[in-house]
């Protein structure tokens, strides 16, 4: 006869994993969904007028242009490099500000290579001098900035993700310190998720490792609806990712007070 396992907490662990699962798994579901309804979106395959391909058109010349420009800059200037001391940023992509802009293939593999496939998604980066050429490459899509540590420390606790065991679910929460001492205790020491916010604020020898291992953090999308208070958010998150667009090669990233920032997206 098989003992029941009564400690009240052990129980209660169970319940609430199974419940978490339970939510992920719903939450799963919901994405799947909205991603195949757009994929069979029948808006798709309207008709697209003269003057919106026209515009389309121009604004690829223009960024197929700045794109050049940026590569042309960096190629010429390899000769005289001068390292700089590398810093932490966290880099969010945001949706094109102009409806019509399609992202150059240049820049979307920028993009998979950053794990930012998605917009309001966003990760850590340590900012090297080849980094900081590909954040350039894809500057229109991007808001950045140095995060300081509550902000990384409220990243953590609200939006970090990591590799799930469940095959329905690509990535699960990361609230225990039991995951991360399975990962990194043997090989890195790390035995709770403090390390992790240290190793990544400090730019730690294993950034490279943690940083790859959590998922992209998944913010909120910006403010909907016509409301008093949301107009005032909206206008809000739009004035933060304004920036003007230059076709020079040696402009540099613009940087925001992604503190700030962070505060309304998570």
């Given at each position: 006869m098989a003992i029941l396992d009564s400690n009240p907490e052990v129980l209660l662990r169970k319940r609430k994993d199974a419940d978490r699962k339970r939510i992920e798994k719903q939450e799963a579901a919901r994405v799947r969904k909205e991603r195949a309804e757009k994929k069979n979106d029948p808006r798709k395959t309207r008709f697209v007028r003269a003057e919106t391909l026209s515009v389309r058109n121009a604004l690829a010349k223009i960024e197929k242009k700045r794109i050049e420009s940026v590569l042309r800059h960096e190629k010429s200037k390899r000769l005289d490099h001068t390292e700089t001391e590398p810093k932490l940023l966290f880099v969010i992509r945001i949706k094109p500000?102009?409806?019509?802009?399609?992202?150059?293939?240049?820049?979307?593999?920028?993009?998979?290579?950053?794990?930012?496939?998605?917009?309001?998604?966003?990760?850590?980066?340590?900012?090297?001098?080849?980094?900081?050429?590909?954040?350039?490459?894809?500057?229109?899509?991007?808001?950045?900035?140095?995060?300081?540590?509550?902000?990384?420390?409220?990243?953590?606790?609200?939006?970090?993700?990591?590799?799930?065991?469940?095959?329905?679910?690509?990535?699960?929460?990361?609230?225990?310190?039991?995951?991360?001492?399975?990962?990194?205790?043997?090989?890195?020491?790390?035995?709770?998720?403090?390390?992790?916010?240290?190793?990544?604020?400090?730019?730690?020898?294993?950034?490279?490792?943690?940083?790859?291992?959590?998922?992209?953090?998944?913010?909120?999308?910006?403010?909907?609806?016509?409301?008093?208070?949301?107009?005032?958010?909206?206008?809000?998150?739009?004035?933060?990712?304004k920036k003007p667009v230059t076709l020079a090669g040696h402009a540099k990233v613009q940087e925001i007070d992604i503190d700030k920032f962070l505060e309304e997206q998570t």
């Open positions: 500000q102009n409806v019509h802009t399609r992202i150059p293939e240049t820049a979307l593999n920028v993009f998979k290579v950053m794990r930012l496939n998605e917009p309001n998604t966003g990760v850590f980066i340590k900012a090297i001098p080849t980094i900081m050429v590909a954040l350039k490459v894809i500057a229109p899509y991007i808001v950045v900035g140095t995060p300081s540590l509550a902000s990384v420390r409220h990243l953590f606790q609200k939006r970090a993700e990591i590799p799930s065991s469940d095959p329905e679910l690509p990535y699960t929460k990361l609230d225990n310190n039991d995951d991360v001492e399975k990962k990194f205790g043997d090989n890195l020491g790390f035995i709770c998720i403090e390390d992790l916010i240290h190793e990544i604020f400090s730019l730690g020898p294993h950034f490279k490792e943690v940083s790859r291992w959590l998922a992209p953090y998944r913010l909120k999308a910006p403010t909907r609806g016509w409301g008093a208070i949301e107009r005032i958010e909206r206008m809000r998150f739009e004035e933060a990712i």
